[in-house]
T-cell receptor, first 113, second 110 residues
Framework: DSGVTQTPKHLITATGQRVTLRCSPR?????VYWYQQSLDQGLQFLIQ???????AKGNILERFSAQQFPDLHSELNLSSLELGDSALYFC????????????FGEGSRLTVL | EDQVTQSPEALRLQEGESSSLNCSYT??????LFWYRQDPGKGPEFLFT???AGEEKEKERLKATLTKKESFLHITAPKPEDSATYLC???????????FGKGTKLTVNP
């Protein structure tokens, strides 16, 4: 158990809909990362927050947005969903900046029909 | 653009048959090379950090090494429980982005 909690574990929705994925980092970790994992693309970095502020951005679509709240939990919002958005979405946390030692949650599997 | 390439994509070994996985990288201002293990339906689990060429790290049957352009994950006398996907990643020192390769799926048959 990494200590990172993600909800929901599974989500099935329709094209055009909007969903919110939630992440609680390990106790004491200020950094939260979001990654998307699909079969053909591997793990793709979406966005990183540190103590409530956006720190780094990857190839995150404009239809996606995220935020980190004062209690350090984070949410990833996916809107106008397309079939190609079906993937595993992972949240990870870290205790320090500039580290590659991340602690991943078990992921949220999104299926768009 | 930062890139991490892993080979082979998949590897089947018999129990006890040692082998190596390769990770080549072009990452701007590399500030560390990281290996992870991922089991099906789970999140990646951190294994090793390597910072400089020549560095080696070991954990049970796994040993990770780093050169200036690539890293290897050596698996000695593997067991079926070593079956997993092994992911390599590089930390871009400028952007602080951790870039992952697509992984090597290792299957160890008893």
């Amino acid at each position: 158990d990494s200590g990172v909690t993600q909800t929901p574990k599974h989500l099935i929705t329709a094209t055009g809909q909007r969903v919110t994925l939630r992440c609680s980092p390990r106790s004491g970790d200020l950094s939260v990362y979001w990654y998307q994992q699909s079969l053909d693309q591997g793990l793709q970095f979406l966005i990183q927050y540190y103590n409530g502020e956006e720190r780094a951005k990857g190839n995150i679509l404009e239809r996606f947005s995220a935020q980190q709240f004062p209690d350090l939990h984070s949410e990833l919002n996916l809107s106008s969903l397309e079939l190609g958005d079906s993937a595993l979405y992972f949240c990870a946390s870290a205790g320090t900046l500039g580290t590659g030692e991340l602690f991943f949650g078990e992921g949220s599997r999104l299926t768009v029909l | 653009e930062d890139q991490v390439t892993q080979s082979p994509e998949a590897l089947r070994l018999q129990e006890g048959e040692s082998s190596s996985l390769n990770c080549s990288y072009t990452v701007s201002g590399l500030r560390g090379l990281f290996w992870y293990r991922q089991d099906p339906g789970k999140g990646p689990e951190f294994l090793f950090t390597l910072y400089s060429a020549g560095e080696e790290k070991e954990k049970e049957r796994l040993k990770a090494t780093l050169t200036k352009k690539e890293s290897f994950l050596h698996i000695t006398a593997p067991k079926p429980e070593d079956s997993a996907t092994y992911l390599c990643s590089g930390l871009d020192g400028g952007s602080e982005k951790l870039v992952f390769g697509k992984g090597t799926k290792l299957t160890v048959n008893p």
